[in-house]
């Protein structure tokens, strides 16, 4: 490779690099600023009073914004929540459903349930069931979700590796649950 | 003397054939869109937020796996299009050097896939946590498309060892070309798992039609070029065997016609791979070099009895048809960068070096042909050579004798003794284009003495064929 090839090569692949990490940059921040903004609301929205439970409109695209990366995962609201919050004068308390969201190997859902503005408890109502080799991934991943998810007292948790489908449909179904809490 | 010359031939800057800096800037383009593919599919992982996925130390790990596995799989279609006779490539680099290339590509390759397999089980595995073989048999029946992607990399392993030199030269050809056709195999079951295990070339993003695109232009040109190009190509020309000439023991010249074959646009100095449609020899293909300028419907090969199929060659019948891929290589006068040439050939190296003599631009007095052998006896083809040198005014050298036992040089032994080398037997070496064609290892000896004359690398010329 003659040296000029050689300079151009380097410094096309640098600048190709370069674009590659300012347009994932955004997303380094967005993470950032979600694990933070989160940790924030979960500390704060204890002593707050309960914010509005009336806005059932749980968008699957608040929730992809808050999970790891861009869903493909078509999120589809359905009767967000189905036990009133019972708001009390310290948080939210009570369990409330996350949307279905449909994902190449199946559908998810989730449910969650708050106690006093904290996150107690998520039971999977559905999770991908496409084949068996889906059901052992989400098998394997719901419970590591459910342990990072109760630790975070958010959706902004990591990705489980080698579930990725099933971290994103979980966390959406989850987001979708909080925000019809209000949490 | 030679002190004064020398001096003069220093400073006296050598013509450089037009064709030189077009095909360098070829040469130039191709390597720098080598280079940058490898660091787009490292751009696509960033982009995509790769990095902000990295907390913990099994996430770094994991993505490094990611990155080895998107920049090994990069350099393997890199290889495949090294190895797809590009017109492009072959034009730019020469069929020799595109494939000692693509060979010195298959260990890093081989490598980063291991890497990537290596890396994100182990990533895997902290994050389950399990251990490591529990991990691999956890992701190969749990994960999707995973069994298809160890047997990708299965047979990139079995691939790679038997292409490494040492293990090559204990298989038959067919066989090693066999197993390397697996190759392609090994790339095709890795694409699943590269679409259904993670994020990156999810449903509907970019990145997942510029990595589907980036496959369907390697297996787009391999079919175009290897496949479809040369069977239109041989039916078109319609090849027959019109004579087998008997020039020395074991040696023989096959005379073929054929019609529209300017449209080959074949050189003096390149090779076609052959295949003879006899009922013993239709399933082998060689590459042999035209050992005659090519016309319009004519073509002429030079052939040892070397390989067990070479051997009945000599037996072909007179209209025997004949299918071909190429014309390949830049052992041509398109490749000249100087206005004298010296062309150098031992054994039936001579092929090349015959038909590029018949039609090489030179001037009477600008060319020198040395052939090499160890007794006078073992030339091919050497009244049609003379004949030639006497018609356009080039030198030609008969160097003859034994090497002398350890030492590595290209000529022998009293030669060596006398301090001869290329640059004492060429005057004007310097000015000179030098074509060199023989085994393999004398080559190598030609090519060091040639540079250690001062010889720039652009004009020094050789084409090793290994089988």
Wanted: hydrophobic fraction near 50%.
């Amino acid at each position: 490779m003659r040296k000029r090839a050689a300079a151009a090569a380097a410094t096309a692949s640098l600048s190709v690099l370069a674009i590659g990490w300012a347009v994932g940059s955004p997303a380094v921040a967005s993470l950032q600023n979600t694990l933070g903004a989160a940790l924030t609301d979960a500390t704060t929205s204890a002593a707050a009073p309960a914010v509005v439970a009336s806005t059932p409109t749980a968008t699957a695209t608040a929730a992809a914004a808050a999970s790891t990366a861009a869903s493909t995962a078509t999120a589809t609201p359905t009767a967000p929540a189905t036990t009133a919050p019972a708001a009390t004068t310290t948080g939210i308390t009570g369990t409330f459903t996350g949307s279905v969201v449909a994902t190449r190997f199946g559908n998810m859902q989730v449910s969650v349930t708050l106690a006093d503005g904290t996150i107690t408890d998520v039971t999977a109502l559905q999770l991908t069931d496409k084949d068996s080799r889906s059901v052992q991934i989400s098998n394997r991943a719901a419970p590591v979700l459910k342990t990072e998810v109760l630790k975070a007292q958010s959706a902004a948790v990591a990705n489980v590796s080698g579930a990725t489908y099933t971290t994103q449909g979980y966390l959406t179904s989850l987001q979708a649950a909080l925000d019809a809490a209000g949490f | 003397m030679s002190l004064d010359t020398r001096a003069r031939q220093h400073n006296a800057r050598p013509r450089i054939h037009p064709n030189y800096p077009r095909r360098m800037r070829l040469a130039d383009t191709l390597q720098i869109l080598a280079v940058v593919s490898v660091a787009l599919v490292v751009a696509v992982f960033l982009a995509d937020g790769g990095a902000a996925r990295i907390s913990t130390p099994a996430d770094a790990i994991t993505a490094l796996g990611i990155v080895t596995g998107l920049v090994g799989t990069d350099l393997l279609l890199v290889m495949m299009l090294l190895a797809a006779r590009l017109p492009a490539i072959d034009r730019a680099f020469g069929h020799d050097s595109a494939m000692a290339l693509h060979q010195s590509l298959g260990k890093p390759a081989l490598y980063l896939i291991l890497a990537h397999a290596v890396l994100l089980t182990i990533g895997y595995a902290l994050v389950q946590p399990a251990g490591f073989f529990d991990e691999v048999w956890i992701m190969f029946t749990s994960l999707p498309d995973m069994p298809l992607a160890f047997l990708g990399l299965g047979l990139l392993i079995a691939v790679v060892v038997t292409s490494l030199v040492i293990v090559r030269h204990k298989f038959r050809y067919e066989v090693w070309h066999l197993v390397h056709l697996l190759s392609y195999v090994a790339v095709l079951v890795a694409i699943p798992h590269q679409l259904s295990v993670g994020t990156l070339f999810r449903e509907g993003s970019l990145q997942r039609y510029y990595w589907l695109a980036l496959y369907a232009g390697v297996a787009g040109s391999i079919i175009l070029f290897r496949f479809i190009v040369p069977i239109v190509r041989s039916l078109r020309a319609r090849l027959t065997v019109v004579g087998v000439d008997q020039e020395a023991r074991g040696v023989v010249s096959i005379r073929l016609s054929g019609r529209q074959l300017r449209s080959l646009k074949a050189k003096s100095g390149q090779f076609f791979i052959w295949r003879f449609w006899t009922p013993g020899l239709w399933w082998q293909a060689h590459p042999f070099s035209l050992s005659a300028a090519p016309t319009h419907n004519s073509l002429r090969i030079t052939v040892r009895g070397l390989g067990d199929a070479s051997s009945t060659l000599p037996r072909l019948p007179v209209g025997t048809r004949v299918s071909f891929e190429g014309p390949y290589g830049l052992f041509t006068d398109f490749a000249r960068t100087s206005p004298r040439i010296v062309l150098i050939a031992a054994g039936i190296g001579v092929a090349p070096i015959r038909s590029l003599l018949e039609t090489a631009t030179f001037a009477p007095g600008q060319a020198t042909v040395l052939l090499r052998s160890s007794t006078v006896d073992d030339t091919y083809l050497v009244e049609e050579l003379a004949a030639l040198c006497r018609a356009r005014g080039a030198e030609l050298r008969i160097i003859a004798g034994k090497r002398a036992p350890g030492t590595s040089s290209w000529l022998p032994g009293d030669a060596v003794r006398a301090r001869i080398t290329l640059a004492t037997l060429v005057p004007k070496l310097r000015e000179a284009d030098v074509y060199i064609c023989g085994p393999r290892k004398w080559t190598d000896e030609v090519v060091r003495d040639a540079r250690s004359a001062g010889l720039p690398t652009r004009q020094i010329h050789f084409e090793r064929f290994d089988w």
